[in-house]
């Protein structure tokens, strides 16, 4: 079971464990926004990429909330 909270923007928060491929890095927590539409993919803000050193592994083509269509850098993460 996944437990987070409602913020004031009325957001659903649940705080993940993301743990580096490198074992040598820390693992860190980032509070991520989910919605009712979850689909088994996370979106990770760009300063965490940065910050955890991750690599772009590929580039995917994906469909927003609204209907448009934009290609998305992936990176690999265990979380």
């Known amino acids: 079971m996944i437990t987070g909270r409602i913020d004031a923007d009325w957001q659903a928060i649940v705080p993940l464990v ?6 040598t ?5 980032i509070d ?8 088994g993919f ?11 050193g991750l690599s772009v592994v590929d ?6 909330a609204d209907g448009r269509v934009g ?4 990176v690999d993460v265990t979380i």
């Not at 890095?25 to 927590?29: G, I, S």
């Not at 996370?42 to 955890?52: C, F, H, K, Q, Y």
């Not at 580039?59 to 927003?64: A, L, Y």
Request: glycine content about 4%; charged content about 20%.
């Open 18 to 23: 993301v743990q580096h491929r490198d074992p």
């Open 25 to 29: 890095q820390p693992t860190v927590t």
């Open 32 to 39: 991520f926004m989910i919605d009712t539409g979850f689909t």
């Open 42 to 52: 996370l979106s990770i803000p760009a300063n965490w990429v940065d910050r955890l």
């Open 59 to 64: 580039i995917q083509r994906g469909i927003t």
């Open 71 to 74: 290609y998305f850098e992936t």
